[in-house]
């Protein structure tokens, strides 16, 4: 199937690895050129040499980090002055930590609003109103399953993520008549490091090993594995394609059947 993604320029944040690699992958092998960013830099350009290669793709790449308000204008700023728009905007990032409530201070959660919710807002701001101008664009939101339905020891995500899944529900309606869709991606239990920090936290509380927590996920999972990244990006390059032109406002799973809601 030929997604109508040539040529078109994307930026994918948090994508030096796990989700947002794989999605930058995908785009990038669909024919997209890409801005990629994220804290680490050695990843980050590990990751960008390998997209080159594969795609012979132009791939940009900027060490941020965006929990800063100021990273997240630089970020925005350089794929503008880069490609002169943006016709693809991925927003995402590596996720607040994990832990109980009384875990986390006031701070923290200040910083989960920032990292989650306001570079999503920021980053949207700054490239939506060319979009607009050329009457089409894709927005896409990596959010998590635990937006529909909470998971344990996951309150900062929990919260934050279902800020941005309103955020976006709204925004969809808004930019409908420019030819822009908003979208939301809610991953489920993936082979990344986030998944396999999340077992050992979850093992530390409870006593016992991130591989017994890891297979519990995998019992409460109907396809009975863990997720592949690839299989997360293919969703999303779909949602960013000419293809999925009548979809706007959606939140949709890649959960292996996780998530028990009808709807």
């Known amino acids: 199937m ?58 940009v790449t900027l060490a941020a980090d965006l929990s800063n308000p100021d990273d997240v204008a630089r970020v925005a700023d350089t794929a503008l002055r880069e490609y002169g728009h943006v016709d693809v905007l991925v927003n995402n990032g590596g996720g607040p930590p994990a832990g109980p409530f009384e875990s986390h201070s006031v701070e923290t959660w200040a910083a989960a609003v920032q990292q989650t919710l306001l ?72 082979r990344t490091d986030r998944v396999t920090s999340l077992a050992a936290k979850n093992a530390e509380l409870r006593k016992t090993t991130a591989e017994e927590q890891l297979a519990i996920f995998e019992r409460t999972i109907p396809m009975g594995r863990l997720g592949e990244p690839r299989e997360f990006g293919a969703m999303v390059a779909f949602l960013c394609s000419e293809r999925a032109s009548y979809t706007t406002g959606a939140s949709i799973p890649v959960d292996g059947g996780w998530i028990r809601a009808l709807l």
């Open 2 to 59: 030929d997604l109508g993604l040539k040529g078109r320029t994307a930026l994918v944040a948090a994508s030096s690895k796990g989700l947002g690699r794989a999605v930058a992958e995908e785009l990038a092998a669909e024919g997209c050129d890409l801005v990629m960013c994220a804290r680490g830099k050695e990843a980050l350009e590990e990751a960008a040499a390998s997209i080159r290669a594969a795609s012979k793709r132009k791939v």
């Open 119 to 190: 570079s999503t807002v920021a980053l949207t701001r700054a490239l939506l109103p060319g979009m607009k101008e050329r009457r089409w664009g894709r927005i896409v939101n990596i959010t998590s399953i635990a937006v529909k339905q909470p998971v344990d020891n996951l309150i900062l995500s929990n919260s934050v993520r279902a800020a941005v899944t309103g955020f976006a529900r709204t925004l969809a309606n808004e930019v409908a008549p420019f030819g822009i869709t908003v979208n939301n991606v809610m991953p489920g239990y993936t």
